[in-house]
Nanobody, 119 residues
Framework: QVQLVESGGGLVQAGGSLKISCAAS????????MAWFRQAPGKEREFVGR????????YYADSVKGRFTISRDYAKNTLFLQMNSLKPEDTAVYYC????????????WGQGTQVTVSS
């Protein structure tokens, strides 16, 4: 069974940086996409960015492009999200998700980690 465990969330001041992690287990993740989503209070879940696990190509939402970077430790099946120049509007619960590359929807989700950016 696939398990995703996020960690590293916390409180940071606006303009600061934070790096969160997602440890994945339960299968080999070649031919999978791994992604970050976020959900702020009272808002719908929002796509942040994704990485094609095998090739490492990335894609970002416009709202975070140039500020956030997705990386991975391939050997440890761990996905990272480096967040720089954080803004109060980045405050949300951040979720890691995974799917097979041909699937239209992400079908495995972590429990989330809270990121709070103070002004």
């Amino acid at each position: 069974q696939v398990q995703l465990v996020e960690s590293g969330g916390g409180l940071v001041q606006a303009g600061g940086s934070l790096k969160i992690s997602c440890a994945a287990s339960g299968r080999t993740f070649s031919n999978h996409d791994m992604a970050w989503f976020r959900q702020a209070p009272g808002k719908e879940r929002e796509f942040v960015g994704r990485m094609r696990w095998s090739g490492g190509t990335t894609y970002y939402a416009d709202s975070v492009k140039g500020r956030f970077t997705i990386s991975r430790d391939y050997a440890k099946n761990t996905l990272f999200l480096q967040m720089n120049s954080l803004k109060p509007e980045d405050t949300a619960v951040y979720y890691c998700a995974v799917k097979r590359d041909y699937m239209p929807q992400y079908n495995y989700w972590g429990q989330g980690t809270q990121v709070t950016v103070s002004s």
